[in-house]
């Protein structure tokens, strides 16, 4: 039983590793100049290889230049999903560039055809089901022009919000704002989806204990990433990605190997509190991307950190009730199922690290 439990944590993780921590990202730039809507789109290759199969055309598992300039026909249906509307009346799309880019990304140039110049645009995305869990897109409607004045609008959609309209009356836009209390949602999501920061939570309570031990390594894992949150969100300290993300890694390992010497949880406060400092730091990327209302800065990051510890919440009272049944069978006892499930804890925080390291 603790050797099944064990395996089938891992199996959970490892097909989520490249996906632990980062919210699936992609941005769309779109001009509007009369009647014509240029939009310029960066999404990360595998997500564009989850959108048009057919564009590896050798199926290795890779884009190459030559195949994403020869994949019009694969691309299509990539164009077809994003639609774009002038006062109601759909603009047609054609596909005119198709390109890599530096690191993992990927460009498409898809011009939109308007019937008249228009006074709103809505913006449709019908993607999301094929991209990751959780995936955003950071939308831009400017001017031709190169100033922050050119800035129409920016909105955000993903797959509970897959539209967005912004009236462009008089020349002038009104970009329709995110409502603060929706960082509360995005707070409970990204834990949600977060492997990483739930399997180190699995690990820290997988060997038991008192509920008051319990109750207190959690806090101290919040007040840890609370601070850190709050740091890099003020823009008073901002750590590389390239350390913070392998640092989370190896939190989770660290954990998983303490798991084999340590009784209970009694006194793990003492190390989730600056492993939930370094794990803030994730957080903060996430919020990075994301953006901050105006004037609200304070609001929409204590929403978002109330949401993250809902979600976690929330899955601790999932978890403990079930790692609570397992230990009163006596396989789960005999098997030590406990260390089955923190050597399975082990294995994904050392793949993590090395994803993180030496996966590019």
Same mark, same amino acid.
């Given at each position: 039983?603790?050797?099944?439990?064990?395996?089938?944590?891992?199996?959970?993780?490892? /097909?989520?590793?490249? #996906?632990? !921590?980062?919210? $699936?990202?992609?941005?769309?730039?779109?001009?509007?100049?009369?009647?014509?809507?240029?939009?310029?789109?960066?999404?990360?290759?595998?997500?564009?290889?989850?959108?048009?199969?057919?564009?590896?055309?050798?199926?290795?598992?890779?884009?190459?230049?030559?195949?994403?300039?020869?994949?019009?026909?694969?691309?299509?249906?990539?164009?077809?999903?994003?639609?774009?509307?002038?006062?109601?009346?759909? =603009?047609?799309?054609?596909?005119?560039?198709?390109?890599?880019?530096?690191?993992?990304?990927?460009?498409?140039?898809?011009?939109?055809? =308007? /019937?008249?110049?228009? #006074?709103?645009?809505?913006?449709?995305?019908?993607?999301?089901?094929?991209?990751?869990?959780? !995936?955003?897109?950071?939308?831009?409607?400017?001017?031709?022009?190169?100033?922050?004045?050119?800035?129409?609008?920016?909105?955000?959609?993903?797959?509970?919000?897959?539209?967005?309209?912004?009236?462009?009356?008089?020349?002038?836009?009104?970009?329709?704002?995110?409502?603060?209390?929706?960082?509360?949602?995005?707070?409970?999501? !990204?834990?949600?989806?977060?492997?990483? !920061?739930?399997?180190?939570?699995?690990?820290?309570? %997988?060997?038991? $204990?008192?509920?008051?031990?319990?109750?207190? %390594?959690?806090?101290? *894992?919040?007040?840890?990433?609370?601070?850190?949150?709050?740091?890099?969100?003020?823009?008073?300290?901002?750590?590389?990605?390239?350390? %913070?993300?392998?640092?989370?890694?190896?939190?989770?390992?660290?954990?998983?190997?303490?798991?084999?010497?340590?009784?209970?949880?009694?006194?793990?406060?003492?190390?989730?509190?600056?492993?939930?400092?370094?794990?803030?730091?994730? *957080?903060?990327?996430?919020?990075?991307?994301?953006?901050?209302?105006?004037? #609200?800065?304070?609001?929409?990051?204590?929403?978002?950190?109330?949401?993250?510890?809902?979600?976690?919440?929330?899955?601790?009272?999932?978890?403990?009730?079930? @790692?609570?049944?397992?230990?009163?069978?006596?396989?789960?006892?005999?098997?030590? $199922?406990?260390?089955?499930?923190?050597?399975?804890?082990? @294995?994904?925080?050392?793949?993590? *690290?090395?994803?993180?390291?030496?996966?590019?």
């Amino acid at each position: 039983m603790g050797m099944a439990v064990g395996t089938c944590l891992l199996g959970l993780a490892i /097909p989520r590793l490249a #996906e632990a !921590h980062q919210v $699936g990202l992609s941005r769309g730039v779109y001009t509007v100049d009369g009647a014509v809507v240029e939009g310029d789109l960066t999404f990360a290759r595998g997500e564009l290889r989850a959108l048009a199969p057919g564009l590896d055309g050798d199926g290795d598992g890779t884009l190459s230049e030559a195949e994403v300039a020869a994949g019009g026909a694969a691309l299509a249906p990539v164009v077809a999903g994003i639609g774009v509307a002038s006062d109601g009346e759909a =603009c047609v799309g054609t596909l005119t560039r198709a390109s890599l880019t530096e690191e993992d990304g990927a460009s498409l140039a898809i011009r939109f055809a =308007c /019937p008249q110049p228009p #006074e709103s645009l809505t913006l449709t995305w019908s993607l999301f089901d094929a991209l990751s869990t959780g !995936h955003r897109h950071l939308g831009q409607f400017v001017r031709p022009g190169a100033g922050p004045e050119d800035i129409l609008a920016e909105p955000v959609l993903h797959a509970r919000a897959p539209a967005a309209t912004v009236a462009l009356a008089g020349g002038e836009a009104e970009a329709p704002a995110r409502p603060v209390s929706a960082y509360f949602e995005l707070g409970v999501e !990204h834990i949600l989806i977060g492997t990483d !920061h739930l399997v180190f939570l699995l690990g820290l309570v %997988v060997v038991g $204990g008192r509920l008051r031990s319990l109750v207190a %390594v959690i806090t101290a *894992f919040t007040i840890g990433h609370s601070l850190s949150l709050a740091l890099a969100t003020l823009g008073i300290w901002t750590p590389s990605g390239a350390w %913070v993300e392998p640092a989370i890694a190896l939190s989770i390992a660290y954990v998983g190997v303490e798991n084999f010497f340590v009784p209970d949880a009694a006194g793990r406060w003492r190390i989730t509190l600056p492993f939930g400092f370094i794990h803030g730091f994730g *957080f903060a990327g996430v919020l990075a991307e994301l953006g901050l209302p105006a004037g #609200e800065v304070a609001p929409a990051l204590l929403l978002f950190n109330l949401g993250v510890e809902a979600g976690q919440l929330a899955v601790l009272a999932l978890v403990l009730p079930l @790692l609570m049944a397992l230990g009163r069978l006596p396989a789960y006892r005999q098997l030590q $199922g406990a260390r089955w499930i923190s050597g399975a804890i082990v @294995l994904a925080g050392l793949w993590w *690290f090395f994803e993180r390291v030496f996966g590019g």
